[in-house]
Each structure stands twice: as structure tokens, then as C-alpha cells.
């Protein structure tokens, strides 16, 4: 029953991942030294500098990568800072001996080698300044700070994931293309990303969850699909969410 899982659901799931390839404005030619990283302007995204903010984005991947995948980030600014600090693991960090979280300074919206950056969720207001001491005790105790691992996890997601469970008030769900998010640091049931449900994991690779805000989804080979019938979406691989009716 297995194998014949395998070969009939894996084609159907890779559908999704096939279309961004050929249908998409995915760059797979530009170099990654000759790639775009400007700034993006995005609705609500800017922030003024006596307000505290904390800003979830996430961008295609690169390259090949970028049909499956998206890379997510964690921006935060304090009240009267003028700058966001950005925080996401990069992978070659991880292959020249160095912690995986990065830290940078300046403005959270620019392109990810080329890709549009899309914002997924923030907080801003009252408590805010209490919620960045827990994003920042989340960032540092991140367990995997030392390894690396494209698939299934430990990666970006994984990371964004992580400080999203920990600090459940965002209430910011990663899309289904966020592959290794559901990668588990610890026990095998854990929370889903926006903090409303369930999830039961096998190495990130099979899995369920179930939820509010994110509805039933399936892990496939860390593929994501699923449905939510109270907002009316559809999750398939490599594409995300599909808004059928709201």
C-alpha cells in the first residue's frame, strides 16, 4: 500500500512544484552574485520609528529550489530604533563552521536573490516590546544553532518555526511551501507555526495537522497539502495557498 502511495501520490504532488518551474517568473539563469537583493515595497510594511514591530516575511528560494520552497525571515524593531534587525539561517553558514543564525541591520523587505519578498504577518502596538524579549530569548536558544540541513530540516524554516511556536502570540502561520518547518526540534507532536493547532511529525518528512487557521494538512515527503474548508483554501505543493471562496 505504501509503495503504491508513493508512486501515484509523489507525480500528482510534484505537479505543483512543475507549474512554478514552467509557468512562473522563477529565475533559474542569474547568478547568485549577480542576483537583486533591493528593497520591495509592500503594503504596511513600513514602520515608524517610535513604534516597536515585529514583521514574518519569507521568498521564493533560489533557483531550482525556489518551485519547491520558500526561504522566511524574522524582522524586529524595537521603539525608537530607526532600523529592523533581521534575523534567518543561511545555509553556507553551517559549511564554513559558524552559527547558522544570521544577524543584519537595516530594512526587512528586499528581494531573496532576486524573489519578491512577501510580509506574512506582524504585531505592532501595545505589548509588542514584550513580545520582542521573547522573540529574542526564542532566537537564542534555537537548538539547531550549529547545524544545517537543506532537507528535511533543520533550515530557515525550521528556524522561523521554531520562534513561532515559541512565541504563539504572533499568530502568524507559515505557508505550505515553508518546506522544513514542520522538521521536529523535540517531541514528534508539536504545535502548528500559528499556534491554533496540532501537528504529528515523522522527521518533518510524513505528517498531519489539523487547526483553525492553518485547516488539515498533509507531509508527504515534507510536501505539504491539504484543505481548510472555513477560509476556503487549498494547499498544494510548490503553489501554496489556493483562495477557492472566503
Not at 503594503?43 to 531550482?64: C, L, T
Not at 521603539?79 to 553558514?93: C, H, L, M, P, T
Not at 559558524?98 to 512577501?118: D, H, T
Not at 489539523?210 to 488539515?216: A, C, Q, S, Y
Request: glycine residues 10%; proline residues 6%; hydrophobic residues 45%.
Amino acid at each position: 500500500m505504501l509503495l503504491l502511495c508513493f508512486f501515484l501520490l509523489t507525480p500528482l504532488l510534484l505537479t505543483g512544484p512543475l507549474w512554478i518551474w514552467k509557468f512562473s517568473d522563477l529565475n533559474l539563469d542569474t547568478h547568485w552574485s549577480k542576483s537583486s537583493s533591493g528593497v520591495v515595497a509592500i503594503p504596511n510594511a513600513k514602520a515608524r520609528e517610535d513604534e516597536a514591530v515585529i514583521q514574518i516575511y519569507g521568498a521564493r528560494a533560489y533557483n531550482w529550489r525556489g518551485a519547491f520552497a520558500v526561504h522566511t525571515w524574522i524582522a524586529i524593531k524595537q521603539a525608537g530604533d530607526a532600523n529592523f534587525r533581521r534575523y534567518d539561517v543561511i545555509g553556507w553558514r553551517h559549511f564554513r563552521g559558524m552559527p547558522v543564525v544570521s544577524e543584519s541591520i537595516g530594512l526587512p523587505n528586499r528581494a531573496w536573490f532576486g524573489n519578491p519578498p512577501k510580509l506574512y504577518g506582524q504585531v505592532r502596538g501595545q505589548g509588542t516590546e514584550k513580545l520582542i524579549k521573547k522573540v529574542e530569548n526564542a532566537i537564542a536558544s534555537y537548538p539547531a544553532s550549529e547545524f544545517y540541513r537543506v532537507w528535511p530540516g533543520p533550515n530557515s524554516n525550521t528556524f522561523t518555526a521554531d520562534v513561532l511556536r515559541k512565541v504563539p502570540e504572533i499568530q502568524v502561520t507559515l505557508p505550505s511551501t515553508a518546506v522544513g518547518k514542520d522538521f521536529p526540534l523535540g517531541c514528534w507532536i508539536q504545535s502548528t507555526t500559528g499556534g491554533s493547532g496540532l501537528q504529528l511529525t515523522l522527521w518533518g518528512i510524513f505528517g498531519v495537522s489539523i487547526g483553525f487557521e492553518e485547516g488539515l494538512r498533509f507531509q508527504w515527503f515534507a510536501l505539504e497539502f491539504g484543505l481548510n474548508p472555513w477560509k476556503g483554501e487549498i494547499y498544494w505543493p510548490g503553489i501554496g495557498t489556493l483562495h477557492l471562496w472566503s
